[in-house]
């Protein structure tokens, strides 16, 4: 709301600039120009743009505990996925980021992203608004004060599941395409490969979320304490 409202301020003070008395008569229409557009007022639409992009809210959710919770945080998320998990290839590049500077013990946090280049501060921007959002809601309805993370692992856990999901049914749709253009003996490797993912998206969809990851040593339920973990899935073994 903000943004649009500052937007709307640039473009009143541009008409009103612009505006011609009307004992003249009105000038012929030209020819748009985006370089006639306010630097200020191209930067909110291209934030806007990118925002309404709609992208999937688990992936958008994993980057917001890393962003909230840093390092311990980020070596559990880390332990248990990896990049090719990712379908929207904007939060996989923001991912790849937080990997990398936690790697290299660089600071990880919000506002170091919201001074990054485009797209982190729209995509911060668009992750950490949309938690907020969220608590307002429940507010509105019920009165009370709606805290999301009471237990941070157990929330990691809930998004890390349909997560992998996800990644598992495109990886058996892409499996099921490639059986139409190979050989019989080909074909047949494939099909053994398609009943193993289904056999782990089944296994994955009747376990809960935290009965499929690790805790971690120690876990108190009000914080969460420092490890890694390495887990993969069936099908990446081979």
Do not use: W
Not at 137 to 163: C, M, N, V
């Amino acid at each position: 709301r903000e943004l649009f409202e500052q937007l709307e301020k640039i473009l009143k003070g541009k008409r009103s600039k612009k505006r011609t008395p009307s004992t003249h008569s009105v000038p012929p229409p030209q020819p748009f120009d985006p370089q006639d557009v306010p630097q200020e007022v191209r930067s909110v639409e291209s934030g806007a743009a990118r925002s309404s992009i709609k992208r999937p809210h688990y992936e958008k959710e994993l980057i917001r505990l890393m962003l909230q919770y840093g390092r311990e945080m980020i070596d559990y998320i880390g332990g248990l996925c990896n990049e090719n998990l990712f379908e929207d290839s904007e939060l996989k590049s923001f991912y790849l980021d937080i990997i990398s500077r936690h790697q290299n013990e660089e600071t990880v946090e919000v506002e170091h992203y919201l001074h990054r280049e485009e797209p982190y501060p729209s995509l911060t921007g668009d992750i950490m608004l949309e938690q907020y959002t969220a608590s307002d809601r429940h507010a509105e309805k019920t009165g009370t004060h709606f805290k999301r993370d009471r237990d941070p692992i157990r929330t990691a856990k809930s998004t890390i599941k349909p997560l992998r999901l996800h990644y598992l049914k495109r990886y058996l749709a892409e499996l099921a395409e490639q059986t139409k253009t190979v050989d019989s003996e080909s074909k047949k490797v494939l099909i053994r490969k398609q009943k193993r993912t289904q056999r782990e998206i089944s296994h994955m969809e009747q376990t809960p979320a935290d009965r499929l990851f690790p805790d971690l040593p120690g876990q108190q339920k009000t914080g969460i304490s420092s490890t890694v973990f390495e887990y993969k899935m069936k099908d990446q073994k081979e």
